[in-house]
């Protein structure tokens, strides 16, 4: 399975407790998706960055602080893994590649 998701500007993205819904931070606000469709499911435009490595939630998720991954600014990338490690995430160039997690 691959699939991706285009987001222009991302900062930081992370998965709740449950795995099902991952949050995104831009520098055009904060997104969820559901991880059963990776749809998106609530969107805000109100710019607000994370503080050390946590986000704050909105939509299914508003309020929660949110563990997430910042990206490396000296590379413009980002990876990182879901909740049950089964699932990838690379960004690079404004898209967010979701693949199999390599074994």
């Not at 699939?3 to 995104?24: E, N, P």
């Not at 490595?53 to 413009?76: F, M, N, Q």
Request: glycine letters at 12%; hydrophobic letters at 35%.
């Amino acid at each position: 399975m691959t699939k991706y998701l285009f987001i222009g500007g991302l900062v930081a993205a992370g998965f709740d407790s449950t795995g099902s819904y991952l949050l995104v931070v831009s520098h055009s606000g904060r997104g969820v998706f559901s991880t059963s469709s990776w749809e998106q499911v609530a969107r805000d435009p109100s710019v607000i960055y994370p503080d050390k490595g946590v986000a704050i939630g909105i939509g299914p998720l508003a309020g929660a602080p949110i563990s997430v991954t910042e990206i490396d600014h000296s590379t413009g990338q980002l990876h990182f893994l879901n909740p049950d490690g089964k699932l990838q995430l690379e960004y690079d160039s404004g898209t967010l590649t979701i693949s199999d997690a390599k074994c």
